[in-house]
Nanobody, 127 residues
Framework: QVELVESGGGLVQAGGSLRLSCAYS????????MGWFRQAPGKEREFVATIMWSVGVTYYADSVKGRFTISRLNAKNTVYLQMNSLKPEDTAVYYC????????????????????WGQGTQVTVSS
């Protein structure tokens, strides 16, 4: 079993930055990929970024490419999402997720491919 705990959300002005963290515990050795998703009010959960746990290869949604950076620190079992040049449309609850079943090839962009989820952290970007 895997446990994920996100932190680092908050309120920021447009153009500002935030760094989200996801602390990851449990059977981390089974991890294939880690992902960040977000869900705005009234909208479906959408893919943001993913990283292959073993080698660090990354993939991003077009909407965040060039502004967000996903990274991991294996020694601390932590995944980060550095968010720069934030826009009001980035406002959402951000979720960290772990894929331990490897049912799809990388990049893993579908929420249904991730078996383990954190509780989410709110990010609000004011204009």
């Amino acid at each position: 079993q895997v446990e994920l705990v996100e932190s680092g959300g908050g309120l920021v002005q447009a153009g500002g930055s935030l760094r989200l963290s996801c602390a990851y515990s449990g059977r981390t050795s089974d991890t294939y990929a880690m992902g960040w998703f977000r869900q705005a009010p009234g909208k479906e959960r959408e893919f943001v970024a993913t990283i292959m746990w073993s080698v660090g290869v990354t993939y991003y949604a077009d909407s965040v490419k060039g502004r967000f950076t996903i990274s991991r620190l294996n020694a601390k079992n932590t995944v980060y999402l550095q968010m720069n040049s934030l826009k009001p449309e980035d406002t959402a609850v951000y979720y960290c997720a772990a894929d331990t079943q490897r049912r799809s090839r990388f990049p893993v962009r579908t929420s249904g491919e991730y078996e383990n989820w954190g509780q989410g952290t709110q990010v609000t970007v004011s204009s």
